[in-house]
């Protein structure tokens, strides 16, 4: 079962992103007076009680007026609480109830979601502002006073938020799955490729961009392991996207690469790699996820014995920053090679879950930074004393130094380039992080 969500909503300049910056413990979000600064939604996790959960910040709400961006930001933010299991609604202690207040709390009923209210801008400790009380009118239960500048009450209201999240028994019930997200612009072939390897027609496939709307989870259990393929509308340039619904279509898009744990990025053969190719497969190198690019359409083109060849080298030129992903060319529509992508699905997903001993990845060190020295600077040469590995999901190594200064970027990909060599880490983004010796973050 994936993280529990939380969204935080309300009308503009209640506080929302100042509240999303407490709970994260960093700043993510902008905080300024002027309504309309957060546009769109921002994820961060949060830990309470020992549960992990999500949290969003969305941009406010504004019911009753039609300025484009502000009803841009309605939709973003009533697609946050479409996904969510618990939502915040924050209010301010300083304006009280209003019209918006009003308008937006009905709004929440009727999306059926347990709902939290939230009145910020209870700066004073102990006993609340008698304002405090028109708060019981929205009809939603018992308001919880916060102060989201100073902390206060914020332990009260996440108890109360805790106690609407889902169970977490039935956990592994799909642990051994893998979600793979297919992604790429629009009428690439993403739904011709599903109802392949389901083998029936699933969803609608048509040569209009934009057919798919909705972001579509299918369950396969093969020989080759067990998979959840998630379809999603096509990712258009935001200059592109115009109507209400491609809208929710794009942010289900990109929310679908959040929950994967490999992305697919598929690009049309007789298209090449184009611009926004190159923002998609973006959006799956910068959350750190498993990827393979598979070049959909092959029957269509004309080949020779170098094409494949030389077709690899301008996908590879296209998307420089990810030389790691192998590259795959099927047909969705013939089944041509369909069968290659289940093994290298698996395969870039235990390197991206793969876990090197400390002591193996200093021997690495060792003999990488005897064969190339560590770069000098005005006569001091910097030192690498230790590496471990932090995380996975992306493979995340830290490295312990004299002078991060001295740590040139040049040198770090020369190291990464050496850990992928001898771990064969295909198909996953690696991260380096430096810190210096007693620097305790």
Not at 26 to 41: M, N, Q
Not at 66 to 80: P, S, V
Not at 175 to 185: C, E, M, P, T
Not at 192 to 215: H, Y
Request: neutral net charge.
């Amino acid at each position: 079962m994936s993280k529990p969500t939380v969204a935080i909503v309300g009308r503009p300049n209640v506080g929302k992103s100042q509240l999303f910056n407490r709970l994260a413990g960093k700043r993510l979000s902008i905080v300024e007076d002027t309504p309309g600064v957060t546009r769109d939604r921002l994820y961060a996790e949060c830990d309470w009680r020992g549960r992990v959960f999500s949290i969003i910040d969305t941009g406010g709400i504004e019911p009753r007026n039609d300025n484009e961006i502000l009803k841009f930001m309605r939709y973003q933010a009533e697609a946050a609480i479409h996904h969510a299991d618990v939502i915040i609604f924050i209010t301010d202690l300083r304006t009280g109830v209003t019209a918006s207040d009003m308008d937006v709390a009905a709004m929440l009923q009727r999306s059926g979601k347990p709902i939290v209210l939230a009145v910020n801008k209870c700066d004073k400790p102990g006993q609340p502002d008698p304002e405090f009380y028109e708060f019981y009118n929205l009809g939603l239960g018992e308001p919880f006073g916060i102060s989201a500048l100073h902390g206060y009450g914020t332990g009260d209201l996440l108890d109360e938020v805790y106690q609407y999240f889902p169970p977490e028994d039935g956990e592994d019930e799909d642990a051994d799955r893998i979600r793979v997200a297919l992604i790429g612009k629009p009428n690439v072939g993403k739904s011709s490729l599903l109802n392949q390897v389901l083998g029936e027609e699933r969803v609608i496939v048509s040569n209009v961009a934009g057919t798919t709307r909705d972001s579509v989870d299918a369950k396969l259990d093969n020989a080759h392991g067990k998979f959840t393929f998630i379809d999603t509308a096509g990712i258009r340039r935001k200059s592109k996207v115009e109507e209400k619904i491609e809208k929710f279509s794009v942010m289900r898009s990109l929310m679908a690469v959040e929950r994967a744990d490999v992305c697919v990025i598929m690009i049309d053969a007789t298209e090449g790699v184009t611009e926004q190719d190159t923002k998609v497969a973006g959006e799956a190198h910068n959350a750190g996820k498993a990827c393979v690019i598979i070049v959909n359409k092959w029957d269509l083109v004309e080949k020779d014995g170098n094409t494949m060849k030389e077709y690899t080298l301008r996908v590879r030129e296209g998307l420089a920053y990810m030389p790691y992903a192998p590259v795959l060319f099927i047909s969705a529509k013939t089944g041509q090679r369909v069968e290659k992508i289940y093994d290298t699905i698996r395969n870039v997903y235990e390197q991206n879950h793969k876990r090197i001993p400390t002591g193996q990845l200093n021997s690495i060190l060792a003999e990488a930074t005897a064969r190339v020295q560590p770069p000098t600077d005005k006569g001091r040469r910097l030192k690498i004393y230790y590496m471990t590995q932090a995380t996975t999901c992306p493979p995340t190594f830290v490295c312990f130094c004299n002078d991060s200064r001295l740590f040139h970027f040049s040198y770090q990909r020369y190291l990464e380039n050496q850990i992928r060599e001898v771990f064969d880490l295909t198909g996953t983004p690696v991260r380096m992080i430096v810190r210096e010796r007693g620097d305790k973050e």
